[in-house]
């Protein structure tokens, strides 16, 4: 049974940080493709950060140098790390895991989500 559970969301101001983290169980977690994706009240669900198998990263603009995705596969986790934190990064986080064959996707599996809460 594959488990992603998401950890370290919160209450923040504005300008502070918060790191989550995702343990993954159930899956071969260095062949996957780990992401964040967050999803604000009203709105659809969008990708924060992605990171290959081998660490290489993309990220959506509104956070390209304030958040910072890593893994650990000795651990089975994924992190993100969010810096300089904004009222419009309110969200809940999920975590997202992906495994490809031939560019298909053949797994595809989500956490239950953490909330972060940023006050101006």
């Known amino acids: 049974q594959v488990q992603l559970v998401e950890s370290g969301g919160g209450l923040v101001q504005a300008g502070g940080s918060l790191r989550l983290s995702c343990e993954a169980s159930?899956?071969?977690?260095?062949?996957?493709?780990m992401a964040w994706y967050r999803q604000a009240l009203g709105k659809q669900r969008e990708l924060v950060a992605v990171?290959?198998?081998?660490?290489?990263?993309n990220y959506t603009d509104s956070v390209k140098g304030r958040f910072t995705i890593s893994r650990d596969n000795a651990k089975n986790t994924v992190y993100l790390q969010m810096n300089s934190l904004k009222p419009e990064d309110s969200a809940v986080y999920y975590c997202?895991?992906?495994?490809?064959?031939?560019?298909?996707?053949?797994?595809?599996?989500w956490g239950k989500g953490t909330l972060v809460t940023v006050s101006s």
């Open positions: 997202n895991a992906k495994r490809y064959v031939l560019a298909r996707v053949v797994g595809d599996y």
């Open positions: 990171i290959g198998r081998a660490g290489s990263t």
């Open positions: 159930g899956i071969i977690f260095s062949i996957h493709y």
